[in-house]
């Protein structure tokens, strides 16, 4: 089975432009969540879906907005980039939102902001 | 708010040398840890996981122990290989809300 796939894997733009990124859940998995990786750190939560519903938001600008598909899968978006923005984006999907659930992650799109 | 704390790396250590890679966290209520895996040019993937006090989780010859009178979760292996050079997160995930909180993560680097 494929695993969590994301695109695009690299992407370059520039101040101000709108970004949207992509996210295809494993099969089953009816839960997707995204994280924000910058070098040398931990990846830092910004949103959960499950059944296309928003269950959870971390501590980000309105710039930041998502979204889940009858499909399950997802779309990152942002408006309006920062420099800070440039960062390695993560899709994760499990089967459900439980706090025992096991994240599968995609290998990221990796965002640079110039 | 809840977080979690890892050492700092990079850690860097010879072959079939012992591992210890410290976490501790502060949650509301009670977290289930994890121990997450970043080799190099591939993505997380999940090395272990503990879901309450005094649980054990192991994989590929990694423990780790829930401590709750701690608040710790450490990262242990026995004899380390050259294959498992790689950056380790300490993550928790609360009863309170849906999110994973990540530490900053661990260099490891084993040299033959």
């Known amino acids: 089975d494929a695993g969590v796939t994301q695109s695009p894997t690299h992407l370059i733009k520039t101040r101000g432009q709108h970004v949207t990124l992509r996210c295809s859940p494993i099969s089953g998995h009816k839960s997707v969540s995204w994280y924000q990786q910058v070098l040398g750190q931990g990846p830092q939560f910004i949103f959960q879906y499950y059944e296309k519903e928003e269950r959870g938001r971390g501590n980000f600008p309105d710039r930041f907005s998502a979204r889940q598909f009858p499909n399950y899968s997802s779309e990152l978006n942002v408006n309006a980039l920062l420099l800070g923005d440039s960062a390695l984006y993560l899709c994760a999907s499990s089967k459900t939102p439980l706090i025992d659930e096991k994240l599968f992650f995609g290998s990221g799109t990796q965002l640079s902001v110039l | 708010g809840d977080s979690v704390t890892q050492m700092e790396g990079p850690v860097t250590l010879s072959e079939e040398a012992f591992l210890t890679i410290n976490c501790t966290y502060t949650?509301?209520?009670?977290?289930?840890l994890f121990w997450y895996v970043q080799y190099p040019g591939e993505g997380l993937q999940l090395l272990l996981k503990a879901t309450k006090a005094d649980d054990k989780g192991s994989n590929k010859g990694f423990e780790a122990t829930y401590r709750k009178e701690t608040t710790s979760f450490h990262l242990e292996k026995g004899s380390v290989q050259v294959s498992d050079s790689a950056v380790y997160f300490c993550?928790?995930?609360?009863?309170?809300?849906?999110?994973?909180?990540f530490g900053p993560g661990t260099s490891l680097s084993v040299i033959p």
């Open positions: 993550a928790s995930r609360s009863v309170v809300g849906d999110k994973v909180i």
């Open positions: 949650a509301t209520g009670y977290p289930s």
